[in-house]
């Protein structure tokens, strides 16, 4: 579980800073960071980028522009 912000971390918006499966979805999941009446992502292989890609996204489900799509994998092939 996260902690509170350290002094000197970032923040980081308008960018993909992650890659992850998703591999299910709950509703009220038994989590005390979970909102109720909530759908909840349950993701695994999250997999931090190496710098943040910039990324305009939007709420709910939506594609990845084909420029943004290669810029992350190719960090993603350069860290394996």
């Known amino acids: 579980m ?8 970032r923040f ?9 499966n998703l591999v299910g979805v709950v509703r009220d999941a038994a989590s005390p960071r979970a909102e109720p009446g909530q759908v909840h992502w349950l993701l695994a292989d999250v997999r931090p980028l190496d710098e943040p890609v910039p990324c305009r996204g939007w709420q709910n489900m ?13 960090q993603l ?4």
Do not use: K, M
């Open 12 to 20: 980081v918006f308008g960018a993909i800073i992650a890659v992850a």
């Open 77 to 80: 092939r350069r860290a394996a």
């Open 2 to 9: 996260a902690g509170p912000v350290e002094p000197g971390e």
């Open 62 to 74: 939506w594609e990845t522009p084909p420029e943004v799509e290669v810029a992350v994998l190719d």
